[in-house]
């Protein structure tokens, strides 16, 4: 059973900074593509926000470059993002999730659903 468990959300001031982390287990976890994607309060669309691959290739939304990083570690297993500089436009809740491709993450705005993913996390940045 894949199981994906976020934590690190919470609230902070406009500026601030936040780690979110989630442990994965139940799989191999190299192959997997893995990532955040969220989901902004009230509305139905998600947001990729960035993603890595088995071969370490990283993907970042364009509302997120250069504040945000996504990182593994393959021996925890552990997913992590750094968020940096963060706005309130950042407030959502924040899901991870992993599947065989990429794909999820590049079309997740057009509905793309991951085939696995965590119950979320909320970030919540006030002004």
């Known amino acids: 059973q894949v199981q994906l468990v976020e934590s690190g959300g919470g609230s902070v001031q406009s500026g601030g900074s936040l780690r979110l982390s989630c442990a994965a287990s139940?799989?191999?976890?190299?192959?997997?593509?893995m990532g955040w994607f969220r989901q902004f309060p009230g509305k139905e669309e998600r947001e990729g926000v960035a993603?890595?691959?088995?071969?370490?290739?990283?993907y970042y939304g364009d509302s997120v470059k250069g504040r945000f990083t996504i990182s593994q570690d393959n021996n925890k297993p552990t997913l992590s993002l750094q968020m940096d500089s963060l706005k309130p436009e950042d407030t959502a809740m924040y899901y991870c999730?992993?599947?065989?491709?990429?794909?999820?993450?590049?079309?997740?705005?057009?509905?793309?659903?991951?085939?696995?993913r965590g119950q979320g996390t909320q970030v919540t940045v006030s002004s």
């Open positions: 993603a890595i691959d088995s071969d370490g290739t990283t």
């Open positions: 999730a992993a599947d065989a491709t990429a794909s999820w993450w590049l079309h997740i705005t057009q509905g793309a659903v991951p085939r696995f």
């Open positions: 139940g799989y191999s976890y190299s192959r997997f593509v």
